[in-house]
C-alpha cells in the first residue's frame, strides 16, 4: 500500500509558476508508476502527467504539454510537479496518484490533493 500527501498549491497570477510536491510512504513507492490527476470545480477528474517507475519515461495529458514537468525521487520517495505558465483554466485540486500501469490512467492510491487558484 502507498500513502500520498500533496504540497505547494497556492495562488498564482496568470503566467505564473508553481511546483507541487507528494510525499510518499509505503515499501511499494518505487515499483509504481506515479501521476498528478486535477479535478476543476464542477467538472470530472482528468489525467495531467505520468511517469515510470524509474523516471526516464514521462506522459502528458494534451493541454499540459511543453508547460507542466513531472519528476520523481525515488530515494526521498517523492514525486514533483512544476507547472509554469499557468492559466486561469489550470485551477483545480491537484492530486497526486499510484498508476496502475505505465502509459494508463486508472488509478490504485489517491492523495487527499492540494488546490491550485490561477488568477486572470
Not at 493541454?63 to 485551477?91: H, Y
Amino acid at each position: 500500500q502507498v500513502q500520498l500527501v500533496e504540497s505547494g498549491g497556492g495562488l498564482v497570477q496568470a503566467g505564473g509558476s508553481l511546483r507541487l510536491s507528494c510525499a510518499a510512504s509505503g515499501r511499494t513507492f518505487s515499483t509504481y508508476t506515479m501521476g498528478w490527476l486535477r479535478q476543476a470545480p464542477g467538472k470530472e477528474r482528468e489525467f495531467v502527467a505520468g511517469i515510470s517507475w524509474s523516471g526516464n519515461n514521462t506522459y502528458y495529458a494534451d493541454f499540459v504539454k511543453g508547460r507542466f514537468t513531472i519528476s520523481r525521487d525515488n530515494a526521498k520517495n517523492a514525486v514533483f510537479l512544476q507547472m509554469n505558465s499557468l492559466k486561469p483554466e489550470d485551477t483545480a485540486v491537484y492530486y497526486c496518484a499510484a498508476l496502475k500501469q505505465y502509459g494508463r490512467t486508472a488509478v490504485d492510491y489517491w492523495g487527499a490533493g492540494t488546490l491550485v487558484t490561477v488568477s486572470s
